[in-house]
């Protein structure tokens, strides 16, 4: 894929005073672009494949302003951008071309409350990949979600025909942990005896507060609980 790069300048704050940071001195990031015609047709058609199949391929319906902490502490502010869930993206509108954020130069991404990072982790067939996970929960466990668009191609014709084959987007989602003696990304258990096992203490006190208020730890928002409380009780 051919990429072009882009210089676009930031201002950005970083002059202290006091406990205030003023507005400082200029920053350049370089971006690609990730698409041969990435630009609004692009995002059209994706419009377009969004509605035809009833799920949408970019995370947010409307795009939105975006903060990013790079590797060298820079802070970039950028106004419209979204998060491409096919592709495993984030993606900017400038002068109505579409580019991508370079994941290598990012530490982490907030937009729309949603905190991001791009890590290396295990993916299928032991292989190491790296991807976005969007934080659930921060502390000494870290929670991760891995949200992934899958297609799923459907043979309607008994002869096998090119044209008759349906695709559709079923959007998937697998937990993730980090914790502070292993930070790859590793696979939250879904089964109850697995999952207590990836806490190094007060497993029992975690058990009994996960079934006092009967969590299944195949429910995120229970594993977000479970994990919050877990980080409460370290501090």
């Not at 930031?10 to 990435?38: D, H, R, S, T, W």
């Not at 996970?133 to 979600?145: A, H, K, P, Q, R």
């Not at 879904?190 to 999952?195: E, G, L």
């Amino acid at each position: 894929m051919k990429r072009k790069l882009f210089s676009l300048l930031f201002i950005i704050a970083f002059q202290q005073m006091g406990a205030q940071e003023a507005l400082g001195e200029v920053k350049k990031m370089a971006y690609g672009n990730p698409f041969n015609a990435g630009n609004e047709n692009f995002i059209n058609l994706t419009n377009a494949l969004s509605d035809d199949q009833q799920v949408s391929l970019m995370m947010f319906d409307n795009w939105k302003s975006i903060e990013i902490n790079g590797v060298n502490n820079e802070l970039i502010l950028i106004d419209s951008a979204n998060y491409h869930m096919e592709e495993d993206k984030f993606l900017f509108v400038h002068h109505g071309g579409l580019y991508e954020l370079y994941p290598e130069k990012i530490e982490f991404v907030h937009i729309d409350n949603h905190k991001f990072v791009n890590l290396t982790y295990e993916a299928e067939r032991k292989s190491l990949e790296r991807a976005y996970f969007e934080v659930l929960v921060d502390g000494d466990y870290i929670l991760l979600s891995r949200r992934e668009l899958v297609q799923e191609i459907t043979n309607t014709s008994p002869l096998g025909l090119s044209a008759t084959r349906e695709v559709t987007y079923v959007l998937t989602e697998k937990l993730y942990y980090q914790s502070s003696s292993d930070r790859r990304p590793l696979e939250v258990p879904r089964k109850k005896a697995d999952f207590t096992k990836i806490f190094r203490r007060d497993r029992s006190e975690l058990a009994d507060y996960a079934k006092g208020n009967k969590y299944s730890v195949k429910r995120t928002e229970d594993v977000i609980s479970i994990f919050n409380f877990y980080n409460s009780m370290a501090d």
